[in-house]
């Protein structure tokens, strides 16, 4: 009937979480609950921030804005399984939910990756080109920028999901993380993978790195730039660029270590992914609203907003 069913003899997987201790799982799922609760309250702060408060309407705002919307697709496509899954013994997934996962992850976190490269370009254009800022970053090269990301996000798990959406899986199938990885699920299939290793190497991990490697050249451009063109230390723009700094480090940082340097099953791979997946969209926000005052502004009169409705009659 379906690709899946025909040629694999198993129909789910086991992923064996953080720990096997029973006590210890309970402290992560109100560690995890918390943590997501804190993801979905901060990102839906920065979005409603954004698109509700006029002073917020730059393409830097707007850019901001929808990578927190990706952000709260990233952690939502396993985190609310994966929490779950500490109040269970044996923790199952099927086949198809499993490639579900691999899909969506690699979707968002391709386009999250898209958006901070467009991220960077806005930045570049402020600092660098500050005259023709208005008329190079128009609305039009926004949503320029936001179509290319979704296409760039699409593009990069489609690429790899047709050829392990084939594979046969014949056991063993246990998963050694909170959720399918895909470079611990290439390692099941029951046929030779090697092609397909090094297409994800150079899919996920190649691309990333070299992302990385640019994104960080273009900041310190940027900075050098800021440093020649004024005396005094313009600490707003320097602010501003080694927040993105530190999120784009955030981001990538664990992504390369999965996938360029993968398939050698380190314990550590685990741990990571629950960085990508949980810590950096719990962190951006925060990065973002603590350093920047704009944004606490906003969300402060956000708020006041919407106790003085609340105390209207
Ligand atoms: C994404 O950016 C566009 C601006 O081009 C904006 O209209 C839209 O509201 C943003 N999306 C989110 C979720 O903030």
């Given at each position: 009937m379906d690709m899946l069913n025909e040629n694999s003899n198993i129909s789910e997987?086991?992923?064996?979480?953080?720990?096997?201790?029973?006590?210890?799982?309970?402290?992560?799922?109100?560690i995890f609950f918390l943590v997501y609760v804190a993801i979905i309250v901060g990102n839906l702060l920065i979005v409603i921030s954004v698109i509700f408060d006029h002073r917020l309407h730059s393409p830097m705002y707007f850019l901001l804005a929808n990578l927190s919307f990706?952000?709260?697709?990233?952690?939502?496509?396993?985190?609310?399984?994966?929490?779950?899954?500490?109040?269970?013994?044996?923790?199952?997934?099927?086949?198809?939910?499993?490639?579900?996962?691999?899909?969506?992850?690699?979707?968002?976190?391709?386009?999250?990756?898209?958006?901070?490269?467009?991220?960077a370009i806005d930045r570049y254009v402020a600092i660098c080109k500050p005259l023709h800022y208005k008329t190079i970053m128009n609305h039009r090269m926004l949503i320029l920028f936001l179509l290319l990301s979704w296409t760039i996000g699409f593009i990069h798990t489609t690429s790899q999901m047709v050829f392990i959406?084939?594979?046969?899986?014949?056991?063993?199938?246990?998963?050694?993380?909170?959720?399918?990885?895909?470079?611990?699920?290439?390692?099941?299939?029951?046929?030779?993978?090697?092609?397909?290793?090094?297409?994800?190497?150079?899919?996920?991990?190649?691309?990333?790195?070299?992302?990385?490697?640019?994104?960080?050249i273009s900041y310190i451009i940027m900075l050098v730039t800021i440093c020649q063109h004024s005396s005094s230390v313009p600490s707003k723009a320097v602010s501003t660029l080694s927040t993105h700094i530190t999120v784009v480090t955030l981001f990538f940082g664990p992504a390369i270590f999965i996938y360029a340097f993968p398939f050698k099953s380190y314990s550590v791979d685990k741990f990571l992914s629950v960085f990508y997946s949980v810590i950096t969209p719990f962190l951006n926000p925060i990065i973002y609203t603590l350093r920047n005052q704009e944004m606490k502004a906003a969300i402060k009169r956000l708020s006041s907003q919407h106790i003085g409705y609340c105390l209207a009659p």
């Open positions: 997987f086991i992923l064996l979480g953080l720990s096997s201790s029973q006590e210890t799982q309970i402290y992560f799922f109100v990706f952000d709260l697709c990233l952690s939502s496509v396993a985190t609310p399984k994966v929490i779950a899954d500490f109040l269970i013994k044996c923790k199952s997934i099927s086949l198809w939910g499993c490639m579900a996962q691999m899909f969506l992850m690699h979707f968002f976190g391709g386009g999250e990756m898209s958006l901070l490269i467009a991220m959406v084939g594979l046969p899986f014949c056991g063993p199938n246990v998963v050694d993380s909170i959720f399918c990885d895909l470079s611990l699920v290439i390692k099941l299939a029951c046929t030779e993978t090697y092609i397909l290793e090094l297409l994800v190497i150079a899919d996920s991990g190649l691309l990333s790195l070299v992302c990385f490697i640019l994104l960080l």
